[in-house]
């Protein structure tokens, strides 16, 4: 069930250039979250400058409380920057599904995480080693600046940068396409900006690959009320809260889609 | 304790404040957030005589204070609307408003008289007359006062019901399409719709939704709302509903105060699905505090000396 709740600001650090990590209190949403690709919608601003709230996936839940990894964008994701330990934030929340695993059938995931993308990658990341499921992970910036994770091939954790200050030199695309090739049976996950999601969507529609997208777009409820987050299906995967078959709500039938259920 | 009630035509609300046509859904969304029951009424999404997919993204864009919007009805169609949602409203013990939007005469009269044909418990219809009409070049029902009476007078004599027309603000004279509604036989008219608006993006030079005009709502609406209420009730005597910009319990008592009888909240159901209900505990106090009995001790008491 979702909830809206104000919670305590429990820490508020950065994590690379312009990405931030908050962690806020909010014991009632996360024990009702279900699983990575979820996200939660927090009031910013002071009164009603700023109407409409900001959605964040959820990128990890300890002891009651979420934590989002956060780019900083505009003037709502300044203000998120700005709050200190001990202030409230009001969330709602969980929103949305959860990326499913049953659609994996025993094959090898890639786990791809773009900007701040990475948010629901690397939650579902800590939930597969968890689990003992083996899989790869890939995650792109700029520069090593933007990276806050540590390039490890060995246990599968590959940094991408443009300017290979960090990990390998490219896009997401260059390491996907070799990882791809390397393993047999190769099942995709991704989040990221959308040209990122363009480039996998076009390699995995060529190769005949399967996957999942957690998609974003722009909001104004995150409830099912407004009709204003749609993307394009490519089949009728509409459920109870679309009402319509070419269009899908994100906040309530996504943000996971399979890749080949949506065009982008 | 102040007595709520107000009365718009026939119809007794338990309390002024309903929620908006297109910022509600079909009133179910939020069930886990909110009781329906406790509010005024229910507006239900426009609806027309075949579903619509509604317009491509982006539909929505923040602005100061506020939203554009372009959703472009997106709605189930009016078979459906028949099936689906009128047994659900049958269980509420609040009153439920369905809206109806078209783009010919014939089409607003076809919906309402679909839903006249099956018994249901819906209190009446706010028409949605800010729709281009094809028929007519596509200009707007709502910024002509003889289509605007044209279309009231069909759908008057096609229902008893609570026929209440809902106005934009998108015309030079609002006061004079809402004489015609009058006229043409509305219990009520209901004021304001969006405001027309657009976005650009000065790095890409594009707009930042898909049709480039748009409708503006919430708290940065507000005033135009209240003007159009009070130039609309200066000048008819049957109820307005006002709408535009409602945040808080004292947004109600300016409304009222300019002559809206009741009001509808809408933009601000988006950051609290819950918000009609809040606001609504913030007006009682407002009332409670202000020593006010019932609430024609507000509606048009407007103090003149400034
Ligand atoms: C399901 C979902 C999950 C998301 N998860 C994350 C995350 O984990 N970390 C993160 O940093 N960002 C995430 N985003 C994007 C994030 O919501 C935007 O970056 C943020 O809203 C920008 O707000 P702003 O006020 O800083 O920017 P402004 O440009 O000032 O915002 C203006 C308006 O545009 C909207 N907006 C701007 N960019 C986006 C965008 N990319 N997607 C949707 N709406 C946008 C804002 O919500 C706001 O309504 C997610 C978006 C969605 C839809
Ligand atoms: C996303 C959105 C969808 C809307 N859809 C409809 C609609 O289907 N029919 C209608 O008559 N008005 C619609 N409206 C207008 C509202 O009902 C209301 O008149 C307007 O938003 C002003 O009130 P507000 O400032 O409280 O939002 C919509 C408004 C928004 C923001």
Redesign the pocket.
């Given at each position: 069930m979702r909830r809206i709740e104000s919670g305590k600001v429990l820490s508020n650090h950065k994590l690379a250039k312009g990405m931030y990590r908050m962690d806020i209190s909010l014991p009632e949403i996360s024990s009702e979250v279900q699983g990575p690709g979820q996200f939660i919608s927090l009031t910013v601003g002071e009164g009603w400058q700023m109407p409409l709230r900001r959605p964040m996936s959820i990128a990890s839940i300890e002891n009651d409380s979420i934590s989002i990894i956060y780019k900083i964008f505009g003037k709502g994701t300044v203000w998120l920057k700005e709050r200190t330990s001990g202030e409230v934030i009001e969330a709602i929340g969980p929103l949305g599904n959860k990326f499913s695993l049953d659609k994996i059938n025993g094959k090898e995931i890639i786990l791809v995480g773009g900007g701040v993308g990475v948010a629901p990658i690397l939650y579902l990341h800590d939930q597969l080693s968890k689990d003992n499921q083996d899989h790869l992970l890939i995650v792109g910036a700029v520069t090593a600046a933007e990276q806050f994770l540590e390039h490890s091939p060995k246990t599968g954790i590959h940094l991408t940068t443009d300017d290979g200050s960090v990990g390998e030199k490219g896009t997401v695309m260059t390491m996907l396409e070799i990882l791809a090739d390397k393993v047999e049976n190769p099942y995709i996950i991704a989040c990221g900006p959308e040209p990122m999601l363009a480039a996998i969507y076009k390699f995995t529609t060529e190769k005949g690959i399967e996957g999942q997208f957690a998609v974003e777009s722009y909001m104004?409820c995150g409830t099912g009320l407004?009709?204003?987050c749609v993307i394009e299906t490519t089949k009728n995967i509409s459920k109870e809260h679309t009402y319509h078959q070419k269009y899908s709500l994100v906040c309530s039938d996504g943000p996971v889609y399979d890749i080949n259920a949506i065009r982008i | 304790m102040t007595d709520l009630n107000t009365t718009i035509g026939s119809i007794e609300l338990k309390n002024p404040i309903l929620v908006?046509?297109?910022?509600f859904g079909y009133g179910e969304e939020c069930d886990e957030f909110s009781d329906v029951n406790q509010l005024g009424g229910i507006?239900t999404?426009?609806i027309t005589l075949h579903p619509r997919e509604g317009n491509p993204p982006p539909?929505?864009v923040e602005t100061a204070s506020?939203?554009l919007?372009s959703?472009g009805?997106a709605?189930i169609g009016v078979d459906r609307y028949i099936s689906d949602m009128l047994p659900k409203y049958d269980e509420l013990d609040t009153t439920v408003i369905m809206?109806i939007?078209g783009s010919s005469l014939t089409e607003y009269i076809n919906v309402l008289e679909a839903v006249e044909a099956v018994p249901n418990s819906l209190a009446g219809y706010?028409i949605?007359i800010?729709c281009p009409n094809v028929g007519e070049g596509g200009m707007e029902f709502g910024v002509d006062c003889d289509l605007t009476s044209q279309l009231t007078s069909e759908l008057r004599q096609r229902t008893d019901k609570l026929l209440v027309i809902?106005l934009s603000p998108n015309v030079t004279n609002i006061a004079a399409i809402a004489q015609s509604a009058e006229a043409a036989g509305a219990d009520a008219v209901?004021a304001?719709?969006?405001v027309v608006g657009m976005s650009i993006n000065p790095a890409t030079r594009k707009s930042n939704v898909y049709t480039k005009l748009c409708?503006l709502?919430?708290?940065a609406?507000?005033p135009v709302?209240v003007a159009a209420v009070y130039k609309i009730s200066q000048s008819v005597s049957i109820p307005v509903i006002g709408?535009?910009?409602?945040?808080k319990g004292e947004d109600v008592a300016e409304y009222l105060l300019a002559g809206a009888s009741a009001v509808?909240?809408?933009?601000?159901n988006?950051r609290d699905p819950a918000a009609g209900l809040q606001i609504l505990t913030e007006f009682h106090d407002f009332c409670d505090k202000n020593n006010i009995s019932d609430l024609t001790e507000l509606i048009g008491r407007l103090q003149n000396d400034t």
């Open positions: 104004a407004c009709q204003g | 908006a046509s297109g910022t507006i999404k426009s539909r929505i506020g939203m919007n959703i009805l709605n809206n939007a706010e949605n800010s809902k209901s304001i719709n969006t409708g709502s919430g708290p609406v507000k709302g709408i535009g910009g409602i945040t509808q909240v809408g933009t601000a988006f």
